[in-house]
């Protein structure tokens, strides 16, 4: 079994920050490339950030240059610190990990979700 668990949503006003945090636990063979994605009321969900297991990073346009995305492999857990926060930044976020694991003695290469965290910009 493998779980992903973030954490750090909130409410926060406008021009504020806030980090997310998403450790990937289980039977974890390797970690390739990890994200987060969100999605608002009636939107589909897109891409936010994601980074290779290199550190490569890519950034959807609307949050260059405000969000930073960052992982510590050692823990199996990907950070993504938001500054200067806007209320189109409302949405669920979702973390998001390309993996190896082990499911008994079998390696299965898979993409795991997280389960979301809420983050509310108000105006």
Known sequence: QVQ???SGGGLVQAGGSLR???AASGSIISINAM???RQAPGEQRELVAT???G???NYADSVKGRFTISRDNA???VYLQMNSLKPEDTAVYYCNAGLTYFS???PHSTVHWGQGT???VSS
């Open 75 to 77: 823990k199996n857990t």
């Open 4 to 6: 992903l668990v973030e």
């Open 118 to 120: 809420q983050v509310t």
């Open 55 to 57: 550190g490569t990073t």
């Open 51 to 53: 980074s290779t297991r």
């Open 104 to 106: 008994g003695i079998v």
């Open 35 to 37: 994200g987060w994605y």
């Open 20 to 22: 997310l945090s998403c």
